[in-house]
């Protein structure tokens, strides 16, 4: 809850931070839209899961006992320090890519991309991670991050011919025969 002044203003710094929000969101996608850039989050959700795991190393490695106590830094915990600024540069581009295809990162750690669309005619995130070929998970807007629910199934309404337009069929075919 914001604080306020007295006669109701919020004060300079938060109103600071209120002005820098951005209220864009991005666009509502198709199934078919999320699903062809698979390929292009194929290697982008490789490359996440790597700088993840990496980082993980780093901060392990830095916790370790003895490391970062004394006035000076050693020369391989400066090493680390400058890689993991590194991750986190690649990390930044990374989620760059993923807001320039219309996608948001919504687990870094497991690699979750999400995308906003349309589920059951309800605006929801359509869910991909590494590994799957097509967009099988999503949640709700107001789901938490890295929630994922089965899609539901899509099914195509394809009538197959009924007896009666075969039957049809058949006669037009004997007609001809037959004259």
Do not use: Y
Not at 2 to 20: I, N, V
Not at 57 to 67: A, E, F
Not at 149 to 172: G, M, R, V, W, Y
């Amino acid at each position: 809850m914001p604080r306020c002044c007295p006669g109701g203003q919020l004060e300079k710094r938060e109103l600071k931070t209120m002005t820098d929000l951005s209220t864009d969101s991005p666009p509502i996608m198709e199934l078919t839209e999320v699903t062809a850039r698979i390929p292009l989050l194929e290697r982008i959700g490789v490359d996440l899961m790597k700088v993840m795991e990496r980082k993980d190393q780093i901060v392990t490695q830095c916790k370790k006992p003895g490391r970062g106590r004394e006035g000076e830094e050693s020369s391989p915990m400066t090493a680390l320090k400058e890689e993991l600024r590194g991750l986190s540069a690649h990390f930044t581009e990374l989620r760059e890519e993923v807001q320039a295809l219309g996608g948001t990162i919504a687990h870094s750690s497991s690699a979750t991309v999400e995308f906003l669309g349309e589920v059951n005619g309800c605006i929801g995130w359509l869910s991909w991670q590494p590994g799957e070929e097509s967009i099988q998970a999503w949640r709700p807007v107001d789901g938490e991050p890295g929630e994922r629910f089965p899609l539901p199934s899509i099914t195509l309404d394809i009538q197959s011919p009924s007896k009666s337009d075969a039957d049809n069929q058949e006669e037009n075919n004997e007609e001809e025969t037959v004259t």
